[in-house]
């Protein structure tokens, strides 16, 4: 029987980074009005909120949170870089990278989040739970070394591969990526390294060309990382149909073949049909069917080991999109209903099964990403 654990403190709400609008800290220009940031003190407070009301949340293993250590911390980033943000936490807070900033206090929330994951890793591992959603913030993924970037201030996904190979001796990670962007962070870390395989799926064309957040299929790794990087660069527009299809043409037989010991989700929702930056269209229900897909993985080749943590995403459809994807996780099914197919008297505002079908350009960019990678991998 699977059993789905949730890792989840009210303190993850109280990070304040700063005040701004988007992606724009106030500091950046005195036009800013103070409304709509996107890493907001209410951003994961609402899909807590809707697990509680709908009652889904009985049908999940709580799992208590604990403070990550400094050594912990120090698994990926740098000692001037950690100290750097708790003297600043300790202060009234401050910029610690790009689009990064930590508030007053945001120190102690922040071990607490990175704690808890690897509280939900262990959980896992050790089987007191089949796998585990971490609904937290702040995200971290894009976080570098020694500097922040675009709200992510400490990278978990690093620190808990780290953590894997430390602890448990792990030698197969795979990190699967279905956020919007390209995680410069997690490719820092990994890019000549085997024993963790990136594969991601993000929106090409966000940012300038090759930026951290967009990067071709040709980025496949240097040195014996070669072939473990794994870019797929998806045109602006892709919606459930061009998800699955990449999963299941290129994600699902990589995984196979690499036989994972544990599969890490970065559980972003930034690529939702709503989300206020992401030009995606990802809906509720086929987050859902990329979580049964992902789970199918990690049920084939790793005992069903999985955690998956929450990264980008906002916007008052984002906590159906977390609830879906527990429900994939689960096997259990919630009350609460993909909003969009919601019948508003004309049916519902749309069809996830039939609508966004694969486009050209959406099916030329998989076909690329399965040439480059054909080198590495039976595709």
Known sequence: MVQTGLMYHENFNWHNPCDGALIFPAAYSKWVELKSYYDDVNRIRQSFNLLNRSGFIDDLIPLEPRKATREELLYFHSPQYIDKLKTLSDAEGGEVGPFAYVGKGSYDIISLAVGGDLAALDAVMDGKVTNAFCLQRPPGAHAEKDHGYGFCIVNNFNIMANYAQKKYGLKRIMIIDWDCHYKNGIHEAWYNDPEVLYIETHQTGTFGRNSSHDKDAENVGEGDGRG???PIP???GTGDLGHIKAFEEIIVPIADQYKPELVIVVAGFAANIFDPLGGQQITATGYKKL????????????EGRLVA???GGAGSYMP???SKVLEGLSGKKSVVEDLI???CGFGGFINPNTANAVSIDQANQIEK???VQSEFWKL
């Open 341 to 343: 197919t919601v019948d």
């Open 228 to 230: 473990y990087n794994i």
């Open 291 to 302: 979580t049964e897909i992902v789970k199918g993985i990690a049920d084939r080749n790793c």
């Open 309 to 311: 943590v929450m990264e």
């Open 320 to 322: 159906f999109c977390v």
């Open 234 to 236: 998806m045109p602006a």
């Open 369 to 371: 990403v399965k040439r």
